[in-house]
């Protein structure tokens, strides 16, 4: 079992910053990749960036790339996403994800644990 705990959402104004944290317990943080996923209102829950086990590789959906970045901290077990140049479209609920193994995943059913989520939204 993985537990996974984010943190860091909040209000942020269009074009502004946050950086969410994902604190991971249990099993060894370093055997998994990571991904981090949200979902808005009435929506789908969508992939948005994932990690491998060494952090060595990343990948961002299109919609985040160039002003979100995924990075992961293994000796402290903790994985982070820094958002820049926010707009009110990136408004969701955004949660940490695990999947054995090392290579990173865009898809959402092969990953086997799940944070709460923490709520971002962003004014205009």
């Known amino acids: 079992q993985v537990q996974l705990v984010e943190s860091g959402g909040g209000l942020v104004q269009a074009g502004g910053s946050l950086r969410l944290s994902c604190a991971a317990s249990g099993r060894t943080f370093g055997n998994y990749a990571m991904g981090w996923f949200r979902q808005a209102p009435g929506k789908e829950r969508e992939f948005v960036a994932a990690i491998s086990w060494s952090g060595g590789s990343t990948y961002c959906a299109d919609s985040v790339k160039g002003r979100f970045t995924i990075s992961r901290d293994n000796a402290k077990n903790t994985l982070y996403l820094q958002m820049n140049s926010l707009k009110p479209e990136d408004t969701a609920v955004y949660y940490c994800?695990?999947?054995?193994?090392?290579?990173?995943?865009?898809?959402?059913?092969?990953?086997?644990?799940w944070g709460q989520g923490t709520q971002v939204t962003v004014s205009s």
């Open positions: 994800a695990a999947t054995p193994g090392v290579i990173f995943t865009t898809t959402l059913a092969l990953y086997d644990y």
